[in-house]
């Protein structure tokens, strides 16, 4: 992990920035150098919607001018980042626990645009631990119906409830977050489709068929995955 390669790739992005756009703003330490450098830029009137409260307050703080889903329906591109970006820009994401409003955001979006640092970029999704959004109440019983799901994709190890220092992690909307390890993903889109199958799944982390085009920093510069 790089932060001058997730640095590069923010401020690359922040190029593509026009005035008078209106912008997702991604969440995680990729996207909060986007969002630094999109507030340096000092465009005439941008109109942002965050898809985090970290990444509103840190907007908010730069003077970029904040909107929501609602005031907002349709974007004219959203900048965020990825925990691992495979082959047909097929991504995992939600490692900040932040997948539900990323991906609420970028399917309101004309284009999306994922910015990553080099390690990112894998030739198979599955090695980072996909995030799975799921309502706290019978979250057990949710988690026993995503270890049947993950079993019939010939995963063995059973999703994990994602905690921290105090406790359950909750999402900004209140829910809870399972981790599944999956090791390689051989069929993402049947997997994500299984997945929303089950009651009580909120969303996963697996945006399939959402970014248009990668910005990856490397030690070299960015390169751009279309
Ligand atoms: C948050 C995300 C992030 O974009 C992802 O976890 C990457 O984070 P970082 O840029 O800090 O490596 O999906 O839910």
Redesign the pocket.
Known sequence: ?SDSQ?RIAGEAAALRVEAGMKVGL???????WFVKALAARNLRDLRCVP??DATADLARELGLTLSTLEDTPRLDLTV????EVGPGLAL????????LR?KLVWEASDRCLV???AA?VVKTLGAFPL?IEVVAFGHKTTGNRIADVLADHDIAMPARVRTAERGLVRTDGGNLIYDARCGAITDPSRLADDLKLITGVVEH?LFLDLADEAIIGTDDGVEVLV
């Open positions: 992990m997730k991604g969440t995680g330490s990729t996207a909060a898809t985090s965020d980042g990825a925990d995992i994401k939600g490692g900040g626990a932040a997948l990323e910015i990553a640092d990112k995030p982390g």
